[in-house]
């Protein structure tokens, strides 16, 4: 049954931020339908590994390979496609720290985003989806998240608070509904109950058709969305992965165990702090 | 009757005066305003560096001499002007979620507010139109049923004679005509002019629209008056567009536009300046608004080689207010220069002033701001800000602000920012499925959204909005 799931292939995986080596070599799958969980210390590069999944500029793939796998075989390069080519691929990133675009309403940039990403070949300035049709969609999505339709008239995350932002970025996967979504930690800056809701809201929104790999520091955003497996970053490397109860140990321990088990990554994880401490300087 | 003098300025001479003064219908007290500025004219040199409100302003290439009147219009078709497209078809774009149930702005039409009709211009009605090339009126036309009303609209040929007592006390003394070389020039040899003028009490629900056209090395020096009378409404839509592009004979616009809010008057005025790039553009403009008058003014400038343009208010009776927009995007190796001046005479006005500009390629915008309050104008309520978005490391902003305040009872404040956009913002939208060029788009209409929200007529704020969104490259 997975291996019939269209899945998002990471193999080998270096990634170097201004030639700083982040990722030294990252192996992960997840098929649609699955959660993936993805935790470890700060600074061991879970966000470096979304960002390189979609395609930012300065996160520079230096080896190994990221490709969607459809079910046929075919293999679709992400790495030889732009950022926006990736979305239109159904590839999501909900950022951990949302851009802000002052003059430009929530609803009027998702209007661009949800016709090009169902649309993969549109051309700018060929018809954008219509705004009735549009407006019905948002409303319907905005009522299941317990959103005030006014907020979609506000400007992208300008001013928004720290949950707000994240409800913003839930609001647009509901809409995109991509293939694939890294969360990055979407549960940070959301307080208890809008943390429940979002970890229902995402269970809901995901389905068994979205492959989700949620990076969290807690484990109430997996309540409702349990992983087929975590797994756990250190120093640039996925050195262990386990099921939902390695997510409660890492939450209710930490990293202890970890960095003794694994001695190379917590080196390699001492090396990356210093030097990210002498670009400091 | 010539007078060959060693004067390089062959074309505008006194003789040329003279050949306009007699085929025009203008009354001879008009004659006598071109004869004075004339005087002037004759005395000035070009203005210098060391002129404040030129020293940012490099009209070394620019030979006087090569340009003179054509005594007839190169070609009877009239450019398009950026509103032309959504004027003829009538097609509101009421395509932004900001539109459907959209509160009423402060600076919406009385109209509007009453909820007597629907937005002006809505349909692409117009109340009236003019149209002008290489400086000569082409065809113009006014509702019969504002006619009827006394609205008088059309060429200051036709109308200034016979209109004398409402246009005289105005024409030509609202501007300094003897400021500088162009403004007398202006004041000398303008053509194909207009005039406006509401009676007390008349409002015009729909636009009218004047557009001034030039062919490529064309000549305009066309002059636009609007008097309002007491209460009176109006919308006025003037626009300038066609002249050569860049390596091309270009063109010359020395105009002036004079502008009148009679008591609690309102007017909103916009000026769309589109030339193509190989354009000499000069223009003063200045507005007096009177007592508890209102006045929405928005400049929207997309073309020229160079402007210079002087933009004056002068909040002359208690309580007038006005609102005053700048939407300038430039390009290439455009160079614009705008030197405004908010003059509080009375007391208790307000001004706010928001001009707004986005660089792209190795373009130049100067923007020098005053607020003047005199010691009479108490309880002034004064504001100006700058906010400029570069789109390029080459281009080049000015923004200086100024002060000039002698009463003590006052609130003025300016600002003034200048930034770049954020390759973030760009990667952010980018992983939502918006294309570069998209991306850039976007955040360049965001930036332009302030002062789009203040400018009521949506044709514009569509217009601007869409002109400015085709000629924004990728933004790395
Ligand atoms: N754009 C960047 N410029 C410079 N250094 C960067 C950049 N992005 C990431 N890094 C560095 O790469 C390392 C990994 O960062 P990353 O953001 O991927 O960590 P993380 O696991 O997401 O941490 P956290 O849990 O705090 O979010 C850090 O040392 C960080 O300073
Ligand atoms: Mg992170």
């Known amino acids: 049954m997975p291996s019939a799931a269209e899945q998002l292939v990471i193999k080998g995986l270096h990634v170097s931020v201004e030639g700083q080596e982040i990722l030294k070599g990252v192996d992960l799958t997840i098929g649609r339908g699955e959660v993936h969980a993805l935790m470890g210390p700060n600074g061991s590069g879970k966000s470096t590994l979304g960002y390189a999944i979609m395609g930012h500029p300065s996160y520079e793939v230096t080896a190994g390979s990221i490709e969607i796998v459809d079910p046929s075989g075919a293999r679709h390069d992400v790495l030889a496609m732009e950022p926006d080519q990736r979305a239109r691929a159904g590839l999501f990133l909900a950022f951990q720290r949302p851009m802000s675009i002052p003059g430009v309403r929530l609803a009027d940039f998702l209007r661009h985003a949800v016709t090009n990403c169902r649309n993969p070949d549109r051309k700018e300035g060929q018809e954008l989806m219509p705004m009735r049709e549009f407006r019905n969609e948002l409303k319907a999505k905005m009522a299941e998240l317990s959103m005030d339709t006014e907020f979609a008239r506000r400007y992208v995350n300008d001013g928004f608070s720290g949950g707000e932002m994240k409800r913003a970025e839930i609001l647009q996967l509901a809409m995109l509904r991509p293939k694939f979504a890294v969360l990055d930690e979407t549960d940070s800056g959301l307080d208890a109950d809008a943390v429940r809701l979002a970890s229902e809201s995402i269970a809901r929104i995901g389905g068994a058709e979205m492959g989700i790999l949620i990076i969290t520091h807690h484990e109430q955003l997996l309540e409702h969305n349990i992983p087929l497996q975590t797994h756990v970053m250190l120093g640039g490397r996925i050195v262990e992965s386990g099921g939902p109860e390695l997510a409660r140990e890492l939450h209710k321990l930490g990293y202890e165990r970890i960095r003794a088990a694994y001695p190379d990554a917590a080196a390699a994880e001492k090396a990356m702090e210093e030097s990210a401490k002498a670009a400091a300087v | ?476």
Request: aromatic share 6%; net charge neutral; proline share 4%.
């Open chain 2, 1 to 476: 009757m010539s007078t060959a003098t060693a004067s390089p300025r062959a074309a505008f001479d006194a003789a040329l005066l003279e050949r306009i003064i007699a085929s025009s219908s203008l009354p001879s007290w008009a004659s006598d305003v071109r004869r004075a500025a004339f005087d002037r004219f004759v005395s000035l040199g070009l203005p210098g560096r060391r002129d404040e409100s030129w020293m940012r302003t490099d009209v070394r290439l620019f030979k006087p001499q090569a340009w003179g009147p054509s005594a007839a219009p190169t070609s009877p078709t009239v450019p398009e002007g950026l509103l032309a497209p959504a004027i003829l078809s009538g097609d509101l774009a009421a395509d932004s979620y900001a539109d459907f149930d959209r509160a009423q702005a402060p600076f919406a039409s009385q109209h509007a507010a009453a909820g007597s009709a629907a937005a002006p211009g809505a349909g692409g009605k117009l109340a009236g139109r003019l149209a002008s090339v290489d400086g000569h009126v082409v065809r113009h036309e006014l509702d019969p049923a504002l006619a009827a009303k006394g609205v008088v609209f059309g060429p200051a040929d036709e109308l200034l004679a016979s209109h004398a007592d409402a246009l005289r006390p105005h024409w030509f003394r609202v501007i300094d005509t003897g400021c500088d070389w162009f403004a007398a020039a202006h004041a000398a040899f303008h053509s194909a002019s207009s005039v406006l003028y509401v009676p007390p009490g008349v409002r015009i629900a729909d636009p009218l629209h004047v557009i001034a056209g030039m062919s490529d090395g064309g000549v305009d020096t066309s002059h636009v008056l609007v008097v309002l009378g007491e209460g009176a409404e109006a919308t006025v839509l003037t626009e300038t567009a066609g002249g050569g592009a860049t390596g091309t004979a270009g063109g010359f616009h020395c105009g002036g536009t004079e502008i009148v809010v009679g008591k609690g008057a309102f007017l909103r005025m916009v000026n769309l300046q589109n030339w193509n790039t190989g354009v000499w553009h000069f223009a003063r403009q200045k507005a007096v608004v009177q007592a508890s008058g209102r006045l929405q003014w928005t400049l929207g400038a997309l073309g020229s080689r160079l402007s210079q343009v002087a933009q004056d208010v002068a909040l002359a009776g208690r309580g007038a207010s006005a609102q005053v927009n700048g939407v300038m995007f430039t390009e290439g190796r455009q160079h614009l220069v705008y030197n405004t001046l908010q003059h509080h005479e009375a007391p208790s006005c307000t001004s706010d002033l928001l001009y707004k500009g986005a660089l792209q390629g190795k373009s130049r915008l100067v923007w020098r701001g005053m607020i003047k309050v005199d010691k009479a104008a108490q309880k002034t309520d004064g504001y100006q800000r700058n906010d400029n978005l570069m789109l390029s490391t080459e281009a080049r902003a000015d923004s200086i602000p100024g002060l000039e305040i002698e009463a003590d009872d006052v609130r003025c404040t300016h600002g003034a920012t200048s930034g770049r956009v954020d390759a973030e913002q760009i990667f952010y939208a980018r992983a939502r499925g918006l294309s570069a060029e998209e991306a850039a788009r976007l955040v360049v209409a965001g930036f332009f959204q302030q002062v789009f929200d203040r400018i009521t007529i949506p044709q514009v704020r569509e217009a601007l909005a869409k002109a400015i969104g085709g000629r924004i490259h990728r933004i790395a």
